[in-house]
């Protein structure tokens, strides 16, 4: 049986130290990692501090939910989740006293777990999800019910006063919105709990909902929802920008949203105005002309198989820049043979239909689905035409700097009232100051990729995780910091990002099934050369 003391929630003071230590730059650029909590073994996929900040609680791909007190390293409960597949997102049930957990994950599966009753670990599961369920989120102060979205377009509200699990396949009960597309993100608004925000995959618009006008769930999410944003992209380029994290502050009235591949959006839920783009400020026009207006010239597309981390980590490095000191493992050398194989297996098909005909043209990205490119409501920079086709919410500040391509689950988060803090596929924490934008600091946490990152509720400490098997735990503990040697190694690092996120505009990910073929042609090619050499 667990303490009672684990069980007793309760909600302390923000303490006024706690608003001026997140406010002073100095005391921010001394984070460091504190602890390491390893209870997980596999990625640590989801995090999230209890409402009075003694318990972090983590799902993994190891398929266990563990619930742990980072300031003495003990664990409180480990639980055996009844997933079949990774986990993707859990979270405690608000005013439950930590005692009620739901989680979902890559199977599809939405798990309802009673931390006091042992007995029942991986029994109350809801199979009603056909595709991966991405996101749960939970209402404040609602100790029954939470919604779920999903790959399979579906987001639902779930009540566990009705029924704590549901094994009925093609269930349609559970479904508060079908929106014919993957959601990826969502949140719920903390202060007026009948907003929800979702981004739907197929159009790349952000949108806000009213639950009490949700009458039928095939409604036009066009005409359901209450406002839009669309994301800007790239002209004559049909790959969308995606969003894998959505996050009110705490007054409902900003929403955060990590876009791949690079930017985190502010935006103002409740403005009367409509993005005109001519209204943005230098910094902010500048980002969306990358993003809307450059003809890139065409390059030639590379390969990249699922499972290679290469292009991942603080010691990744453009292509041409890659240091030849640098040892690469076994598996970094195969997936690198692999993807020259087939590389110049593609480059050399569209050399050749290139020379056959002059009217057509190799792009893979022209070869997408047609219903991939289905009802794409148009993004112009035209104000009239944005109100007509795409009303929206005022886009208030952008934040870059980042890579978020390589993960589905990547974080943002507000810190206080004045801090931005994001996780990157460099494998470093941002820090940016809301107001002003600026980089404030970068730190080092993973040595392939930070996805998830979670401020303490009340105390300067922050709590990520990623790749890696572990959980770490910041704290500004580090005694000294050099100004100018930091600010070259930011540089440095944005530097870097920006020349990897050029390189991946031509990356085209094939899944892990082409791995074993290709590993077998390239055995083949290695036998015949070494047989030629002996002859």
Not at 41 to 65: A, R
Not at 124 to 153: R, W
Request: with cysteine; net charge negative.
């Amino acid at each position: 049986m667990l303490q009672a003391k684990f069980f007793n929630e309760y909600s302390p003071n923000q303490s006024s130290l706690y608003s001026k230590v997140l406010g002073n730059s100095s005391i921010i650029k001394r984070f460091a990692i504190a602890k390491k909590l390893k209870v997980h073994q596999g990625c640590v996929n989801t995090i999230v501090w209890n409402p009075s900040g003694e318990y972090i609680l983590s799902g993994s791909d190891d398929l266990k939910l563990v619930i742990t007190n980072p300031f003495n390293r003990r664990v409180a409960a480990r639980i055996p989740s009844g997933h079949r597949r990774n986990i993707f997102q859990a979270k405690f049930l608000p005013e439950n006293g930590n005692r009620k957990i739901v989680s979902c994950s890559l199977d599809g599966s939405v798990a309802f777990t009673q931390v006091e009753f042992p007995s029942l670990y991986g029994k109350c599961l809801f199979n009603c999800h056909k595709k991966t369920a991405y996101q749960i989120q939970v209402t404040p102060g609602d100790p029954n019910t939470f919604m779920t979205s999903s790959e399979d377009g579906t987001i639902r509200l779930f009540d566990i006063r009705e029924q704590e699990s549901c094994t009925e396949v093609d269930c349609d009960k559970h479904i508060l919105l079908d929106c014919k597309s993957g959601v990826h993100a969502m949140a719920i608004d903390p202060v007026r709990s009948y907003y929800f925000a979702a981004a739907i995959s197929n159009d790349s618009i952000i949108r806000v909902f009213d639950r009490r006008m949700m009458k039928d769930v095939n409604n036009d999410v066009n005409k359901t929802s209450v406002r839009q944003y669309k994301l800007p992209s790239k002209a004559n380029v049909t790959r969308r920008m995606q969003t894998t994290c959505l996050v009110y502050d705490r007054y409902g009235g900003k929403l955060l949203a990590n876009t791949t591949p690079k930017n985190i959006l502010e935006l103002d839920c409740w403005s009367d105005k409509v993005v005109a783009f001519e209204n943005l400020s230098l910094a902010d026009k500048s980002a969306c002309e990358s993003e809307q207006n450059s003809s890139a010239e065409p390059h030639n597309p590379r390969v990249r198989f699922a499972g290679d981390w290469t292009d991942t980590g603080p010691s990744a490095m453009p292509g041409n820049e890659s240091s030849e000191d640098r040892v690469l493992s076994r598996s970094e050398r195969m997936f690198r043979d692999m993807s020259e194989v087939l590389t110049n297996v593609l480059r050399n098909r569209a050399e050749r239909v290139a020379n056959e005909s002059e009217n057509d043209e190799f792009d893979l990205e022209s070869n997408a689905s047609q219903s991939d490119q289905e009802d794409v409501v148009p993004c112009t920079t035209s104000p009239a035409d944005r109100e007509e086709n795409c009303p929206s919410m005022h886009q208030s500040n952008i934040y870059n700097g980042h890579r978020n391509q390589r993960t589905a689950i990547k974080q943002c988060a507000y810190w206080g009232e004045d801090l931005v803090v994001a996780g990157s596929d460099c494998g470093h924490i941002f820090f940016w100051n809301r107001n002003t934008r600026q980089l404030i600091h970068v730190a080092e946490g993973d040595k392939r990729v930070v996805n998830c990152v979670q401020p303490h509720p009340y105390h300067a400490v922050l709590a990520t995780s990623g790749i890696a098997y572990d959980i770490k735990v910041w704290e500004p503990v580090a005694s000294d910091f050099d100004e100018e040697k930091h600010s070259n190694y930011m540089t440095e690092v944005l530097s870097r990002n920006q020349k990897m996120l050029e390189e991946a505009e031509d990356v085209v990910t094939l899944p892990a099934r082409f791995v074993v073929p290709l590993i077998a042609l390239l055995s083949r090619r290695e036998r015949a050369s070494s047989g030629n050499a002996d002859e």
